[in-house]
């Protein structure tokens, strides 16, 4: 079930504060491993719920979905992070999901795949095909990758401008800045994401199974 959370929130029309409750996601690093399972079932078994759908308990008939997609150049970061050549072609892919009953997304997401890698399946090109049923792990799948590891980074600070407007953010509020890198069995790097969460409703769980002796 979702997790409601009350917040004060500016109501701009009247001038006052008013109490609203928005969903609460809750992050787990298991959702990693439940999207990889899930990348080589029925797409009818793919279509039926998707990551947001397991971090907040809601259902497809509770989200709005967004998609853009652009090609870009890759500048220095993401170069270094591709280990590829400065200038060499990405896609970009731009994500919002938010509740029907809320104006502002969970978070801001930008993901990046090399271009030439993507381009090996056309339908990948094409935002018109999101929201993909098995995200980006099938999405993968259907050029023949396969994902062996995703190491996430997480920093926080205070939101710039834009992201506060976009997400909703009363002031004195912090976002939580995740780094998602995805790696295949060859250790090459095959997607990056840069995610913009609001510290205000997202709860981070990890958990660290060890192996028995």
């Known amino acids: 079930m979702p997790k409601p959370h009350d917040e004060i929130a500016d109501d701009v029309r009247s001038g006052t504060f008013v109490r609203r409750s928005r969903t609460v996601a809750v992050r787990d690093?298991?959702?990693?491993?439940?999207?990889?399972?899930?990348?080589?079932?029925?797409?009818?078994?793919?279509a039926a719920t998707g990551v947001t759908e397991h971090d907040t308990g809601l259902t497809g008939?509770?989200?709005?979905?967004?998609?853009?997609?652009?090609?870009?150049?890759?500048?220095?970061?993401?170069?270094?992070?591709?280990?590829?050549?400065?200038?060499?072609?990405?896609?970009?892919?731009?994500?919002?999901?938010?509740?029907t009953a809320d104006p502002a997304p969970f978070g801001l997401v930008t993901?990046?795949?090399?271009?030439?890698?993507?381009?090996?399946?056309?339908?990948?090109?094409?935002?018109?095909?999101?929201?993909?049923?098995?995200?980006?792990?099938?999405?993968?799948?259907?050029?023949?990758?396969?994902v062996d590891r995703v190491?996430?980074?997480?920093?926080?600070?205070?939101?710039a401008p834009e992201e506060a407007r976009e997400l909703g953010l009363p002031?004195?509020?912090?976002?939580?800045?995740?780094?998602?890198?995805?790696?295949?069995?060859?250790?090459?790097v095959v997607e990056v994401s840069r995610i913009v969460l609001p510290a205000d409703r997202t709860e981070l769980v990890f958990t660290t199974r060890l192996e028995r002796w």
């Open 29 to 46: 690093n298991g959702r990693h491993q439940w999207e990889k399972d899930r990348a080589r079932q029925p797409r009818t078994t793919r």
């Open 61 to 99: 008939d509770d989200l709005v979905f967004s998609a853009r997609y652009r090609t870009i150049r890759a500048p220095g970061d993401l170069a270094s992070a591709f280990g590829v050549p400065e200038g060499t072609a990405l896609l970009e892919r731009s994500y919002r999901t938010r509740h």
């Open 111 to 146: 993901s990046y795949l090399p271009y030439s890698l993507a381009a090996a399946n056309p339908d990948l090109l094409d935002e018109a095909n999101e929201p993909w049923p098995g995200g980006t792990q099938n999405q993968l799948h259907t050029v023949g990758v396969e």
């Open 151 to 159: 190491e996430e980074r997480l920093t926080a600070r205070p939101p």
């Open 171 to 188: 002031p004195g509020s912090a976002v939580i800045l995740l780094r998602k890198t995805s790696y295949d069995l060859g250790d090459r």
